[in-house]
């Protein structure tokens, strides 16, 4: 797995994960901080949340198409420069508006993150391998969450909140110069197969791009991933705010509190692809999908409990244990979703459908900060928003017994029951 040059990716993607979730678990944390100086309403910061993943979710699906016409390298090297210019570029906001369009910038920038890591990994490392170097790679990404609460928090207390962001910007600019550097796109014995995988594509007569968008088992797993952005956005945007309003932290508590669940996370995101390619081998004889649903499934539901009951404890301490064991869980599932479009899509569009689906996910990431600042500021209570969470997690698990199974093309000779026996 690490040999070749494959550390030096798997190391590179990592660490891009991790400043993604510090740039982008920066505005949870100054939150504070920002809405008084800015003097903003819940439901306005909860809008300037949700305009992130209005950038982020349109350039889930045109990073992919970049990362499968133009390659991975090159897209996410871009990606990297812009979401770092603009992540210090909110120390230039002045009200409600500027945030707004400062954070569209933003997501679009982080955008094409996911989609160009699972082109990485289906261009670097074997088909039993995916799922676990997908898991790994994109472990640092709750680590950048866990690091954003002690860092930004002691920069903004320190320094003020500004300042924080200037910091970050600096770090992302200086990864995007040592990928670009250190990092090739494929390796050397995959670029000298080119030609004749090129040969080979045209022999097989892969379906097109459009084929994947109307399949059961794409939509439902960008349903599942939906309801996985749906908790993960809940935790990312308000639970710093739900800390220091519903239970009275202070700012500093607040900044240490929030690295016990991201930790939780980082732990589950490193293991779920261990874990799926594990059971793919363990039981091969059910099918390609067998394990990976197995896995999604029991998690994504299990992350939906906990997260409900999250809402209706009276401590902080079991509230916060609840939310760490709904993140954990939560992500055990985060490299399955990817590991299913490896599993069901032509490597040719890959990057494609998987952005695509990453897309339909990530709308979550508008609706629901937005709708949860809402239901603060008229029911004055975080409750309804966490069962609303676990509700829809619920429904999505189910889903995925139920739609989710091998995409049949006209080239394929065994029918699909055979393949999965999981419903």
Known sequence: MFSQGRGMVILFLFLAGVINYLDRSALSIAAPFIQGDLSLSATEMGIIFSSFSVGYALFNFLGGMASDKYGAKLTLFVAMIVWSIFS?????????VSMIVIRVLF??????????????????????????????TNSGTPLGGAIAGPIVG????????????????????????????????KPAAAADQVKVAKSNAAAAERPPFTFYLKQKTVLFTAFAFFAYNYILFFFLTWFPSYLVDARGLSVEEMSIITVIPWIFGFVGLALGGFVSDLFFKKFAQKGVLFSRKLVLVTCLFLSAVCIGFAGLVSTTASAVILVALSVFFLYLTGAIYWAIINDVVDSNNVGSVGGFMHLLANTAGIIGPTLTGYIVDTSGTYTVAFLLAGGLAVVASLAVIRFVRPIVTRRDTVPAAQYDQMG
């Open 88 to 96: 210090g570029a909110l120390v230039l906001a002045v009200g409600f």
């Open 107 to 136: 997501g679009m920038g982080e955008g094409p993150l996911s989609s160009t890591i699972n082109k990485m990994v289906n261009n670097w490392f074997p088909p039993n391998q995916q799922a676990s170097v997908v898991g790994l």
């Open 154 to 185: 002691f920069i903004a207390i320190s320094y003020g909140w500004r300042i924080s962001f200037i910091a970050i910007m600096i770090i992302g600019l200086v990864w995007a110069v040592c990928w670009w550097k250190l990092v090739k796109e």
